[in-house]
T-cell receptor
Framework: EAGVTQFPSHSVIEKGQTVTLRCDPISGHDNLYWYRRVMGKEIKFLLHFVKESKQDESGMPNNRFLAERTGGTYSTLKVQPAELEDSGVYFC?????????????FGPGTRLTVL | GENVEQHPSTLSVQEGDSAVIKCTYSDSASNYFPWYKQELGKRPQLIIDIRSNVGEKKDQRIAVTLNKTAKHFSLHITETQPEDSAVYFCAARAASGGSYIPTFGRGTSLIVHP
């Protein structure tokens, strides 16, 4: 079974530009999560989709971030315009259910560098 | 909201030694505590977890302990091997607006010297 995939693996952009990250969850997983890890810090929650609906977007830092999951399959996270502090590794995770103990499977991450 | 503190940030041991990573949490409603291992260049993977109704859980060379009263939990790795070298993240999970979103610690970089 294929795991969670993310594209691209790395992205280097200049401040003010736009970047779109993509996540393909494990097939059949209704729950999709976005996280971000800034160098040396914790993995921070951004938002949670259940199918195509945003269940919880309390972690989204500001309105420069837009996440979508049209059709309830893959998801995109767009940053527009990018700022220096947006640099970090963006992880996507998916789970079949959203229970207290359901395992979230992580993707390999996209390393975003904003210059 | 939940706050998870993780220590140490870096841990260097000799092969065969034991390694212990400690985490504390603030929200008494947290009741599930997973641990993730991220090897260099790879994805974080769940290695062990513990529920709040259990004090200890073991899986071969790794074990996790939980003290609910003190709100801390620890990962213990015995007979460390070079392939245990990785960044380890602890997390605490509680219900939040219909979701069970984990709050992660900052990670511990474990280096096992052969």
């Amino acid at each position: 079974e294929a795991g969670v995939t993310q594209f691209p693996s790395h992205s280097v952009i200049e401040k003010g530009q736009t970047v779109t990250l993509r996540c393909d969850p494990i097939s059949g997983h209704d729950n999709l999560y976005w996280y971000r890890r800034v160098m040396g810090k914790e993995i921070k929650f951004l938002l949670h989709f259940v199918k195509e609906s945003k269940q919880d977007e309390s972690g989204m830092p500001n309105n420069r971030f837009l996440a979508e999951r049209t059709g309830g399959t893959y998801s995109t996270l767009k940053v527009q315009p990018a700022e220096l502090e947006d640099s970090g590794v963006y992880f996507c995770a998916s789970s079949q259910f959203a229970t207290r103990t359901d395992t979230q499977y992580f993707g390999p991450g996209t390393r975003l560098t904003v210059l | 909201g939940e706050n998870v503190e993780q220590h140490p940030s870096t841990l260097s041991v000799q092969e065969g030694d034991s390694a212990v990573i400690k985490c504390t949490y603030s929200d008494s409603a947290s009741n599930y505590f997973p641990w993730y291992k991220q090897e260099l260049g790879k994805r974080p993977q769940l290695i062990i977890d513990i529920r709040s109704n259990v004090g200890e859980k073991k899986d071969q060379r790794i074990a996790v302990t939980l003290n609910k009263t003190a709100k801390h939990f620890s990962l213990h790795i015995t007979e460390t091997q070079p392939e245990d070298s990785a960044v380890y993240f602890c997390a605490a999970r509680a219900a939040s607006g219909g979701s069970y979103i984990p709050t992660f610690g900052r990670g511990t970089s474990l280096i096992v010297h052969p």
